[in-house]
């Protein structure tokens, strides 16, 4: 298999999805208050492409992280930790001259205005990924490949390497696109809004937030959202508390590869520009980190399994409910036919659901979890 020049010839594979990005050791305060008072850290990790590869494995699909860490603990604990949760993470890379990704955080919502987080990763192993070092058999190796703007903003060899993984090529497949504006780590770049448009629109199937669409597009309304990303055969908009919105079309015509899938139904029955709004549950929330991760993870797992697109987004919602209800990024998500049997409820039953801390922990019927 070449590499980015010669484009790709996949062979058979038996993983489901392969996530590339930076990974990094995440430390969780002890208690609420500022970075300045908190006494002491638990130790864990985060990133957006791990959380993903983390998540579907914990939901029982074959994935893959590539990463790219420091030889040093740090870097042991990561490849050790994302490989507990069943990924494959023979793929990553030890980088003997620069260090692993650290990062310290408060309790409070990230989006609050107190909220506080600290990062050491400039110069980061992971910042050193580019084309010519990133394992391309490995990287195509699945049904589907996830990216994320975060990747794109951390060096220029990083959105080179970005750049050359969602460029169109015979047998690409399935490329997944999270947006994840972070506008600091661009370090004031005014070209952070049009790399990451440039980006989603050479995608098969893109998430982005309303509300990061506003920031770096300046776009506001979900149509106004899929009529700037017209290319991508699917278009998740994320709105919060209202739930999301997906367009979904297999017939626009765009930059795609010619594999328009790579998950169980190729050539999926979209009729062009359906729109599919599906309303989001009511979660008594712990702490609200990781749940943009773990919505892509559901959706991608019901996208795998050939789903309808409503049952993707209540998919996604129910993974993004299993994080929001813990205090970190990452959670065992509920048992499948107890997802499954949450989704099958009727619009009115899903209405009345609210999840709180232990839902995911018990495999009780629908009846049975939390309502007002």
């Known amino acids: 298999m070449s590499g980015p020049a010669g484009g790709t010839a996949r062979a058979a594979t038996?993983?489901?999805?392969?996530?590339?990005?930076?990974?990094?050791?995440?430390?969780?305060?002890?208690?609420?208050g500022r970075l300045a008072d908190v006494p002491s850290f638990g130790r864990g990790i985060g990133g957006a492409e791990?959380?993903?590869?983390?998540?579907?494995?914990?939901a029982g699909h074959r994935a893959a992280w590539v990463g790219r860490v420091g030889a040093d603990g740090f870097g042991d604990h990561l490849v050790e930790t994302i490989g507990g949760?069943?990924?494959?993470?023979?793929?990553?890379?030890?980088?003997?001259?620069?260090?692993?990704?650290?990062?310290?955080?408060?309790?409070?919502?990230?989006?609050?205005?107190?909220?506080?987080?600290?990062?050491?990763?400039?110069?980061?192993?992971?910042?050193?990924?580019?084309?010519?070092?990133?394992?391309?058999?490995?990287?195509?190796?699945?049904?589907?490949?996830?990216?994320?703007?975060i990747t794109a903003a951390l060096s220029a060899d990083c959105l080179e390497l970005v750049r050359e993984l969602t460029a169109p090529r015979p047998g690409r497949p399935l490329v997944s696109f999270d947006v994840n504006h972070r506008p600091h780590l661009w370090r004031g770049s005014p070209a952070d809004a049009s790399v990451l448009l440039e980006l989603a629109r050479r995608c098969d199937l893109v998430f982005v937030g309303e509300d990061e669409a506003e920031e770096a597009w300046g776009i506001v309304g979900a149509e106004a959202i899929r009529a700037a990303l017209p290319e991508p055969a699917v278009v998740v908009v994320k709105r919060g508390s209202a739930g999301a919105t997906v367009f979904a079309s297999a017939l626009r015509p765009g930059p795609r590869s010619s594999n328009t899938g790579g998950a169980e139904n190729?050539?999926?029955?979209?009729?062009?520009?359906?729109?599919?709004?599906?309303?989001?549950?009511?979660?008594?929330?712990?702490?609200?980190?990781?749940?943009?991760?773990?919505?892509?993870?559901?959706?991608?797992?019901?996208?795998?399994?050939?789903?309808?697109?409503?049952?993707?987004?209540?998919?996604?919602?129910?993974?993004?409910?299993?994080?929001?209800?813990?205090?970190?990024?990452?959670?065992?998500?509920?048992?499948?036919?107890?997802?499954d049997r949450l989704v099958a409820l009727d619009d009115e039953a899903w209405g009345r659901l609210r999840l709180g801390p232990g839902w995911t922990a018990a495999d009780r019927a629908p009846e049975e979890v939390r309502t007002p």
Not at 50 to 58: E, G
Not at 103 to 109: L, S, V
Not at 314 to 332: E, K, N
């Open 14 to 32: 038996t993983t489901d999805v392969v996530c590339l990005g930076e990974s990094m050791v995440t430390f969780l305060p002890s208690q609420p």
């Open 50 to 58: 791990s959380n993903v590869a983390c998540a579907l494995a914990a």
């Open 85 to 149: 949760y069943g990924v494959d993470t023979s793929a990553v890379r030890r980088d003997p001259e620069r260090p692993t990704g650290i990062y310290f955080r408060t309790a409070t919502d990230r989006g609050a205005g107190a909220h506080e987080v600290a990062y050491y990763r400039a110069g980061s192993a992971a910042s050193a990924m580019s084309p010519a070092n990133v394992p391309y058999e490995e990287v195509f190796a699945g049904r589907v490949l996830h990216l994320s703007g």
């Open 266 to 339: 190729d050539g999926a029955e979209f009729a062009p520009d359906t729109v599919t709004p599906v309303p989001a549950l009511r979660v008594d929330v712990v702490a609200a980190v990781g749940a943009g991760d773990a919505f892509a993870a559901g959706f991608l797992s019901a996208t795998l399994r050939g789903l309808s697109v409503r049952d993707r987004v209540r998919h996604g919602h129910l993974m993004a409910a299993a994080v929001l209800t813990v205090p970190g990024d990452l959670t065992q998500p509920p048992a499948r036919d107890h997802a």
